[in-house]
T-cell receptor, first 111, second 119 residues
């Protein structure tokens, strides 16, 4: 069964600190992996999209990594800000256009 | 402001009512999606429209009826809903629906959703 597992389920960090969120998947055949940020009461916003051949991709203070061999991805947030408080969702897409969502990691950044 | 506009933002309806959710995008995207999201859960895909034709229906009950009148609009018609259908309904669009590795690498742009409550 295609699955996407995210860890931790929730995370609290202090403003200015770095953090790393994890995403492990068993989805096949793999097409791409996406990280989304969803603020409370808003729709998800795309942060990065990574294909099979990409190992790392950055978007400002967000850096995503992908190891297609071990089927693992991470999202690293540098110098966190209060506005980073949100749910971070990992989504894996197949070549057939199917998508599997992880349950998300809820990040809280405290002053 | 998002580039995908959903109306209304909130909707409260009884189980016997008929209502419609609307979604609009003017980015020239040819794929549009409906998702259902329960609290503290990820979005669940309901329908995908590709070039204005329904391409994916994830076994959604018939009380939800999608419609794509043109390439910019997507509706979700609701009838005889149940209390468990209360959720945030998200619309999304992407440039190309994608059938292979090359064309599917497009981000989905989400609206902010309609929060639906069934009494």
């Amino acid at each position: 069964k295609n699955q996407v597992e995210q860890s931790p389920q929730s995370l609290i960090i202090l403003e200015g600190k770095n953090c790393t969120l994890q995403c492990n998947y068993t989805v096949s055949p793999f097409s791409n992996l996406r990280w989304y940020k969803q603020d409370t009461g808003r729709g998800p916003v795309s942060l990065t999209i990574m294909t099979f051949s990409e190992n790392t991709k950055s978007n400002g203070r967000y850096t995503a990594t992908l190891d297609a061999d071990t089927k693992q991805s991470s999202l690293h947030i540098t110098a966190s800000q209060l506005s980073d408080s949100a749910s971070y969702i990992c989504v894996v897409h197949t070549n057939a256009g199917k998508s599997t969502f992880g349950d998300g990691t809820t990040l809280t950044v405290k002053p | 402001d998002t580039e995908v506009t959903q109306t209304p933002k909130h909707l409260v309806m009884g189980m016997t009512n008929k209502k419609s959710l609307k979604c609009e995008q003017h980015m020239g995207h040819r794929a549009m999606y409906w998702y259902k999201q329960k609290a503290k859960k990820p979005p669940e895909l309901m329908f995908v429209y590709s070039y204005e034709k329904l391409s994916i229906n994830e076994s959604v009950p018939s009380r939800f009826s999608p419609e794509c009148p043109n390439s910019s609009l997507l509706n979700l018609h609701l009838h005889a809903l149940q209390p468990e259908d209360s959720a945030l309904y998200l619309c999304a669009s992407s440039q190309d629906p994608g059938q292979g590795r090359q064309r599917s690498n497009q981000p989905q742009h989400f609206g902010d959703g309609t929060r639906l409550s069934i009494l």
